[in-house]
């Protein structure tokens, strides 16, 4: 393993000499799942339990770290570093604890609830104790998991450091797979005035090839019962693909919601990922080629002579994504089945579906905005074979968002009008364009809506491609031969999070009731509220807003919840709970 990690790693020294690179790799092999599009979260039932939202995911039965979480009993948040829990009956805080100190309050944090359990997850801390410090950047990124109980008075149970910047994590039933990626802790050497950049890409080689193989392997701390101890993570639970750089290491932790985070059962790969996207049984992280700290120093270092020498331009990464997948049946540590590659680049994880033992994959090439192009490629799951490819998709344009449900797929790309396009997947070896429809603007998120409908969240355009103001569209997708418009509603110089955020994004079919924050400046004036829709049959209505006290851009809603008849809002000052009808206030839970 040693060898190996060393050998690839001199190879990209003079790249990990001038900065942090992540690159990725590359290799063949995908296996498949099939699992129908999820439906928007809806749960409760029992008598003692209302009816209420869920997190708005991906995929049925994986759920996904957020802000809150609700089982329609309690409402469990967590905000500047306070996990609260609030009663749904009595719409009162009834228990609190402190996770981070007010240093870090600031840092986002997420979670997942299962039971009396929640796993609070806080990415990019900054360990203050890291002996090892790699060239050139001040100290190592961690993340930090933190495990509370919720019975009672909610109290940390066990807490992990792990080395490494968070990605992303997935929950099905009570276990969580959390993916970090960390980097070769090296110290690269210092440049001089009296070294040519040849010497230093030499010096820089030959560090590589001397660090131990602690510089590679992930480490990670677990606090539990009082005591904390150092682990890294065994030779035997590393893989690598195929093709690999040495400069990254891409680590999947598991934990069980009803166990202890001392048995978490971490695994790696010699591989970098970005995006994380899991079905019940299939956990996929992939890697777009990206430049991270890039600094172009060399060419100030002088040669022997004294004269300036122009760096070698280091080789760029291919313009492909690299898909790695772990296979996650069962409660114990994943493993990892294989690797493989697609021309172009993902937008999100919504660019990514398993189904019918195919994987599609939607991306954008082109380096330039007039080279840009599109393509899904079906992939053939078990050999990661190319089936078939549909491409020429918004010649001089990129995605702006992509869903798949069922055998259909749905593209949309914009560069100054938004063609939104339906595909047919029926056949992975043949799939094809089945219909477009160009408008102005675009959507960045889409949503089923039932019925042959789809709700797209985005921003209106002209005709030059400026764009004017949010935008949310009721598609008809009945015949994808001939997909429609029904509805528009447009809102001049106004955003919301959930062109970019689908978490931020509720729609309640029960009522057509659809919810997101929005903020807008109006002759200078910042505001934040939340939207509140009714889309029904060929119509979107505005029912009306809903703001919070001392609403501004740093407190923002942010969230939007159904339980029972209430209609909850969430921001980083507190909780409203409104009627869901009238949108009258019937409670604020200042935080």
Sequence with gaps: MLAGLRRHAADNAAMLGYGRMYLEDSAGGIAKEAVPAAAPGIQGGAASTPQHSTTNVH????????????????????????????????????????????????????????????????????????????????????????????????????????????????????????????????????????????????????????????????????????????????????????????TSMLTVYTVDLTGRLGDVKPITLAADGDIVYGTTSSLYVASNPHWFYAVPMAASVPSGSGQPVPPKTPKQPPEQTQIHRFDITGDGAPRYVASGSVPGRLLNQYSLSDYDGYLRVATTSGQSETAQHSAVYELKADTMARAGAVGGLGKGQRIYSVRFIGAVGYVVTFRQVDPLYTLDLSDPAHPRVAGELELTGYSAYLS??????????????????????????????????HPKRLAQLVQRDVHSNAEWDPHAFLYWPATGTAVLPVNSWDGGQYSASALVLTVSGTKITVQGTIAHPHSDQQAGISRAMVIGDDLWTLSDTGAQVSNQSSLATRSWIAF
């Design 59 to 246: 995929e049925a039965g994986v759920d996904e770290p957020d802000v809150v979480k609700t089982d329609g009993r309690r409402v469990v948040t967590v905000s500047r570093g306070v996990l609260r829990v609030l009663d749904t009956a009595t719409r009162r805080i009834t228990g609190s604890v402190r996770l981070l100190d007010k240093e870090q309050m600031w840092s986002p944090a997420n979670l997942l609830v299962q039971g009396d359990r929640a796993l609070v997850i806080v990415p990019d801390v900054y360990a203050t104790d890291v002996k090892r410090i790699p060239y050139p950047m001040p100290s190592q990124p961690s993340t930090r998991f933190v495990l509370v109980d919720l019975a009672g008075a909610p109290r940390v149970l066990s807490s992990e450091l792990v080395s490494g910047s968070y990605v992303d994590a997935r929950m099905v039933g009570s276990t969580v797979r959390l993916v970090a990626r960390s980097q070769p802790e090296i110290k690269y050497p210092q440049m001089s005035g009296n070294q040519s950049v040849q010497q230093l890409q030499k010096r820089t080689r030959d560090a590589v090839l001397r660090a131990p193989l602690s510089a590679w392997l992930p480490a990670y701390r677990i606090t539990e019962g009082g005591t904390t101890s150092s682990h890294t993570v065994e030779c035997g639970q590393v893989s690598h693909p195929r093709d690999y750089t040495g």
């Design 448 to 481: 089923p809506a039932g019925d042959g409908r789809l709700i797209g969240v985005g921003q209106e355009a002209n005709t030059q491609g400026r764009t004017t103001g949010l935008q949310v569209a009721l598609f008809d997708v009945h015949d994808p031969a």
